[in-house]
């Protein structure tokens, strides 16, 4: 009697790869595995032994031992390795089988390898994930892009794995091409955003209202039980609340302020340029994470450079927490609204026809920006598909007339006192210019005009004007 073929592979038993072939197993797939190196195959085995794990240390016998049309999950190091693994692959596969690369892929290599695998009759998805390790192994949000027919072979497994809300998966078809890696992109750069605006909250907190570390971690935690609840605001509260083992002092203030990245939000601010799309919230978000980076230069700067003289004021503590609270909220309001944006302005650049209210739905459950914003964000796109702006639908139009001054006034009082607040300025001024009819762009257009005879449009007449200034 010939043994059951394997319903898919898992090429890459890093932690997530190994997660994610458990979660499989656990949901009743049998899956095979393979690594490169045999270290994390044997290292695979011995931490979860399943009869429906089944290990390998040979590359033709992993794609051997796959039912057809293969269906072959990679969770490989983005980048070269991606191509490299494939070719490895292509002389064992057969057309109709079906290759995902789960990693953080730049959306214009899942293009490339999405059409250049399709000349050979072979199937590429591209497919974000996020929820880190562990949502990888409890329930991931998935992002799935490429060939419909094909997706519709893998979607049995991608949404029994996927995160699961009010009884439905974290997962669903995206569209052509590299469009999952690119909504997993701009997830990234949301989530970059997110956390600046919740770390300059924190900052205003301690440095200006002199709260403890352990108050804030309480209003943290109350925040989280509002409209501001989301997962992580949870992991603030939490953080705020650890104590280091060594020193007895909160975690958080033995760690060193320098925080890194790994390329996505970097991508997005330069797509974002691509396709004409102002970002300054996400991109003011990276530029801080650069700038952290400089850490010896700060220290330095800061015995060198001055900044406005203190002021002694009476503070009311309770009533600027809850100010902070909304100015918090209306930055969170604009950071998504600019990657929503982009999400409408990609999918018109490259003819994807990205659903933004299935976007919100996914992004709901596993991932890192999971909040109960997503789902008036989702009802906003669901009610009005063309929606230009989230700003302009009634829910946060109203939520954004009532928070603005809030937004204004911390990031006003924050600035006076000397402190850095690039994401909640950034949300001021894009809220300010957004909503403004009349802009002073018609003097750059004048300049270009005078020095390049770049012409310019009038208001009062149609057509293509230029003066002669000199």
Known sequence: MCQKLNTIGMFGLGVMGANLAQNMVNHGEKVAVYNYTPDLTEKFTAAFPNENAEAHYELESFIASLEKPRKIFLMVTAGPVVDSVIQSMLPLLEKGDIIMDGGNSNFRDSNRRYHELKDKGLN????????????????????????????????????????????????????????????????????????????????????????????????????????????????????????????????IDVILDKSGSKGTGKWTSQNALDVGVPLSIITESVFARYLSGLKEERIQAESELSGPKPTEEAIDREAW??????????????????????????????????????????????????????????????????????????????????????????????????????????????????????????????????????????????????????
């Open 124 to 251: 590429f998805l591209s497919v974000g994930v996020s929820g880190g390790e562990e949502g990888a192994l409890n329930g991931p949000a998935l992002m799935p892009s490429g060939d419909k027919a094909a997706y519709d072979q893998v979607a049995p497994i991608l949404e029994k794995i996927a995160a699961q809300v009010d009884g439905k998966p974290c997962c669903t078809y995206l569209g052509n091409e590299g469009s999952g890696h690119y909504v997993k992109m701009v997830h990234n750069g949301i989530e970059y955003a997110d956390m600046q605006l919740i770390t300059e909250a924190y900052q205003f907190l301690r440095e200006k209202l002199g709260l403890t570390v352990d108050e804030i971690a309480d209003v943290f935690k109350s925040w989280n039980e509002s409209e501001l609840a989301s997962y992580l605001i949870e992991i603030t509260s939490e953080i705020l609340t650890h104590v280091d083992e060594e020193t007895k002092q909160p975690t």
């Open 321 to 470: 927490i809850n100010l902070v609270k909304e100015a918090l909220f209306m930055g969170k309001i604009t950071a998504y609204a600019q990657g929503f944006h982009q999400y409408k302005q990609a999918s018109n650049e490259y003819g994807w026809d990205l659903k933004l209210d299935q976007i919100a739905l996914i992004f709901r459950g596993g991932c890192i920006i999971r909040a109960d914003i997503l789902n008036p964000i989702s009802e906003a796109f669901q009610t009005d598909p063309d929606l230009s702006n989230l700003l302009l639908s009634p829910y946060f139009k109203e939520k954004a007339g009532n928070y603005q001054q809030a937004l204004r006034q911390v990031t006003m009082k924050g600035m006076e006192n000397g402190m850095s607040l690039p994401c909640f300025s950034a949300s001021l001024t894009y809220y300010d210019g957004y909503r403004s009819a009349q802009s002073g762009a018609n003097m750059i257009q004048a300049q270009r005009d005078y020095f390049g005879a770049h012409t310019y449009e009038r208001k009062d007449k149609d057509g293509i004007f230029h003066t002669e200034w000199y």
